[in-house]
């Protein structure tokens, strides 16, 4: 039996498919509704103090002063932007941020896949989950306070670091006023802070991998080394891909409130960023256009990084965000 199908009925395919789905996704809702709520927060979070905030970058294009009309008196274009590129800081504060982000993403990247496949390897449930809840609470703990702890281990005269090095050399560090070590501190600490939290996205993507690849490749007579470099890597290189494109992506981005605290005019030499020189120009000199075109800069610059590391991602391993 012949079934004719006109170009009608090709051409209303598509609407009813729409419509279904969009019934498909109603009726979700309705079964799930206390999960869809649990949305409602961070999407009012991202709209209050990432979308609607973004109207005020009109700023960078006009000339805002305190007191002023919100969005500023006068249209000056692309003035503010010219006197950034110009300035002689300039070249220091962005040699400084990707040189700092560059140096902490190729050296801590690693970390978190290093330290999910050591605790995969681990047999003992309980030790397994002990160690992963220590590894990740620093994580939690306030940017204020590792600041603090970070001046405390390192204090001339009492911190732990400066009393071993008199012990063993008899002479003490003042790293704090030292801009050769702020490099060394910022990475120091920021793995420290984000290993155990990292690896939680690795351990979740080793838990997908079938075990009965494991199995053969034991049966081949394959060593561990071989399981983690031809089952265990491959198996979660997606997701190294994806965590290393969103990396990417914030290379303009500075960890600024550690920075802040940790930095001082002895060390702005390596530890002045954009960021920081942002704060600076805004609310201590209160040039609020000139630091709304910093900050749009910046941003900029971050978006075609992570659009360059996404192309070249799908170029060559076939995974990208979209």
């Not at 996704?25 to 709520?37: G, N, P």
């Not at 732990?160 to 702020?182: D, M, P, S, Y």
């Amino acid at each position: 039996m012949n079934v004719e199908v006109t170009n009608k009925e090709f051409i209303e395919l598509p609407s009813m498919n729409e419509k279904s789905n969009f019934k498909k996704t109603l009726k979700a809702i309705r079964k799930d509704w206390q999960l869809y709520s649990l949305l409602i927060l961070p999407l009012a979070h991202y709209l209050i103090f990432r979308y609607i905030p973004m109207y005020g970058n009109i700023i960078a294009f006009r000339k805002y002063y305190p007191g002023g009309p919100v969005y500023g008196s006068e249209w000056v274009g692309l003035r503010y932007f010219k006197m950034f590129l110009t300035d002689p800081t300039f070249w220091k504060v962005l040699k400084n941020t990707i040189i700092l982000n560059v140096e902490y993403l190729v050296i801590s990247f690693p970390f978190p896949i290093i330290f999910a496949l050591l605790l995969n390897e681990l047999r003992n449930q309980l030790f397994k989950r002990f160690v992963q809840t220590v590894s990740y609470l620093p994580h939690f703990i306030s940017v204020v306070i590792v600041a603090g702890m970070i001046m405390e281990l390192l204090s001339p005269s009492t911190g732990v670091v400066n009393i071993i090095l008199k012990h063993f050399t008899g002479k003490t560090i003042n790293f704090l006023a030292e801009a050769a070590w702020f490099r060394t501190i910022y990475i120091v600490s920021g793995i420290w802070q984000g290993m155990g939290w990292g690896a939680i996205i690795y351990l979740a993507a080793l838990s997908n991998i079938n075990p009965e690849l494991y199995e053969a490749a034991i049966i081949d007579g394959a060593n561990k080394w071989q399981q983690i470099r031809y089952i265990t890597i491959p198996g979660i290189m997606p997701t190294i891909m994806i965590l290393l494109i969103l990396n990417i992506g914030n290379l303009m981005n500075s960890a600024f409130e550690k920075i802040l605290l940790l930095y001082n005019p002895l060390t702005y030499e390596t530890a002045d960023v954009i960021s920081t020189y942002l704060y600076r120009m805004g609310l201590e000199m209160n040039n609020f256009s000139y630091a709304a075109a910093i900050g749009m800069f910046e941003s900029i610059i971050g978006l075609i990084l992570l659009g360059t590391a996404n192309y070249i991602s799908k170029r060559l391993t076939e995974t990208s965000l979209w």
